[in-house]
């Protein structure tokens, strides 16, 4: 089971952008399908963007596509949001998350902050 450590996040004002990291240790981390979730103040955990083992198909929650990109590189065992045209609806604690059949692993999380 991989550990996972997410980072990147912090304060910026709407249109900006910020980049969330997701460091994996183990050396099966490119066996793991990786997504990142959010949870805003008082609401459910949401998918917000996934991405296969290879890197070569990606997913995306409705309201990010055409803003946030997903990406991995399994050479470093990290896999990236870059997140532009950030709303502040986008404000929430962001967790990766990384799964191979039945075994999952969770990131701490990273706040983001979109002021308006």
């Known amino acids: 089971q991989v550990q996972l450590v997410d980072s990147g996040g912090g304060l910026v004002q709407a249109g900006g952008s910020l980049r969330l990291s997701c460091a994996a240790s183990?050396?099966?981390?490119?066996?793991?399908?990786v997504s990142w979730f959010r949870q805003a103040p008082r609401k459910e955990r949401e998918f917000v963007a996934g991405v296969n083992r290879s890197g070569s198909s990606t997913a995306y929650v409705d309201s990010v596509k055409g803003r946030f990109t997903i990406a991995r590189d399994n050479a470093k065992n990290t896999v990236f949001l870059q997140m532009n045209s950030l709303k502040p609806e986008d404000t929430a604690v962001y967790y990766c998350?990384?799964?191979?059949?039945?075994?999952?692993?969770w990131g701490q999380g990273t706040q983001v902050t979109v002021s308006s």
């Open positions: 998350n990384a799964r191979l059949l039945r075994v999952e692993s």
């Open positions: 183990g050396p099966t981390f490119s066996s793991y399908a």
